[in-house]
């Protein structure tokens, strides 16, 4: 009888603890299923054991990262086995963690502010889908751990990385990548601000063409502009000169002009040829009266020119007794211009004495030829330098005297 109470007794309690174990793991497997329900939120707190938040096999597709940010006791985090796809800017948020395991998952790319996880020792990217890696991760300077196995990285970075078979060469994995993307990172910033820089100068330039060409537009503006009001004053000039010749004229002349107009066969040859001889003479005074003052001009400047070359003194004399007869800006003029004909002699005597000793050595004429060539390019954008500024400012003194003697 015993026996048989000893033997029911073990049975009870055998299937006691059964319906117990069952009870738990039914339990478990509920649990499990709840947290699979899309609805559903994770109760990190039970997830959390010491320091470490285990939230593997979660069948997660987003990170929690509002709620994890809120646990700041868990400096490690757990994501492997899940279906993650992107971890999402906001993930840089959790700078206390120090380990994170992002393996077998599906990610494709990590967030571009990484790098904001300064803490990170341990990082855990196995099996992925991984190409390249932000380089933000060259700020990770606290990294002593990183696995890269079976992710399609590029070559380079494949290189760099290396197998990560064991403990050493993911340590390894660590020390190399960090500065490998810190350094990429300085060469590109440096390679963006070159090219920055060129724009920058390439604006300028292009400002400074456009300026140019403003610039020449106005010039030859002024230029049509001077052109007009020229040949307006000589058109002026003209019709004055005109004028007084009909005034002056005797009024038999104008008896024998009237008779001339009605009959010409009448007129003897004499005085139609007398006539033309007047108009030519009258041509001949306006062409004399245009380039008078251009010779005195020239011959003035040249003089100038040669006093200053041969005694400097002197030219300081005259330049400080004529300031008081001449305005400012016909004197500027008149000491720009002697200026550089001086110049242009002094050039021209350099280039003559070097000629000079060119010759005396002898050298070979197709050195001579471009020489003398150079020389005369030289004197060429000289003159045409004297004749731009002649021509630009000359109708301005004329017109200044004009209003001086008026």
Same mark, same amino acid.
């Given at each position: ?51 470490? $938040? ?24 757990? $994501? ?38 300064? +803490?990170? #020792? ?6 992925? #889908?991984? =190409? ?65 820089? =060129? ?16 610039? *020449? ?10 052109? #007009? ?16 010749? #009909? ?5 038999? +002349?104008?008896?024998?002009?009237? *008779? ?18 007047n108009t030519k003479k ?16 020239v011959s003035c400047l ?16 005259? +330049? ?10 016909a004197a500027e003029l ?5 200026? /550089? ?19 005396? *050595? ?8 471009? /020489? ?14 004297? /004749? ?8 301005? /003194? ?9």
């Open positions: 009888m015993n026996s048989v109470n000893m033997r029911y007794r073990y049975h009870l309690l055998l299937t006691v603890s059964a319906d117990r174990k069952f009870k738990k793991l039914s339990e478990d497997f509920i649990t499990v299923q709840t947290d699979k329900m899309p609805g559903k939120k994770l109760n990190l707190r039970d997830r959390l054991e010491d320091d470490q $938040l285990d939230l593997s096999m979660s069948d997660l597709d987003e990170v929690p990262v509002r709620e994890i940010a809120q646990i700041k006791k868990a400096t490690s985090l757990d $994501l492997s086995n899940n279906r993650i796809t992107t971890l999402g800017k906001n993930f840089a948020s959790l700078v206390h963690l120090v380990k994170i395991d992002l393996s077998n998952n599906f990610l494709t790319e990590l967030p571009e502010n990484f790098g904001e996880l300064v +803490q990170l #020792k341990h990082l855990d990217l196995y099996n992925n #889908k991984l =190409q390249h890696l932000p380089l933000s991760i060259g700020q990770l300077r606290n990294l002593r751990w990183l696995d890269l196995k079976n992710n399609p990285l590029v070559p380079a970075l494949a290189e760099v990385v290396g197998p990560c078979l064991d403990a050493a060469q993911c340590q390894k994995a660590a020390r190399t990548v960090v500065p490998f993307l810190q350094n990429l990172q300085v060469q590109i910033a440096e390679e963006r601000e070159r090219r920055q820089q =060129q724009r920058r100068r390439q604006r300028e330039l292009d400002e400074l063409a456009a300026q140019e060409k403003k610039k *020449e537009l106005q010039q030859q503006q002024q230029q049509q502009k001077k052109k #007009k009001k020229a040949s307006k004053s000589a058109e002026k000039i003209q019709a004055k000169t005109e004028n007084g010749v #009909k005034h002056n004229s005797r009024p038999s +002349q104008s008896i024998v002009d009237e *008779e001339i107009s009605q009959d010409p066969s009448t007129v003897p040859r004499g005085k139609i040829q007398s006539k033309h001889s009258s041509g001949n005074g306006y062409v004399r009266l245009i380039w008078t003052p251009i010779l005195l001009v040249l003089g100038l020119s040669l006093v200053s070359l041969l005694s400097p003194e002197r030219y300081l004399l005259f +330049q400080q007794s004529v300031k008081n007869i001449l305005h400012p800006p008149l000491w720009q211009l002697t200026d /550089y004909i001086s110049h242009g002699i002094l050039q021209c005597s350099t280039y003559v004495m070097e000629f000079w000793v060119w010759l005396k *050595e002898e050298e070979k004429i197709q050195e001579a030829a471009a /020489y003398l060539i150079s020389v005369w390019h030289l004197l060429c954008l000289k003159v045409e330098v004297v /004749y731009r500024t002649l021509s630009d400012q000359l109708p301005l /003194y004329i017109d200044m005297v004009k209003k001086k003697i008026s």
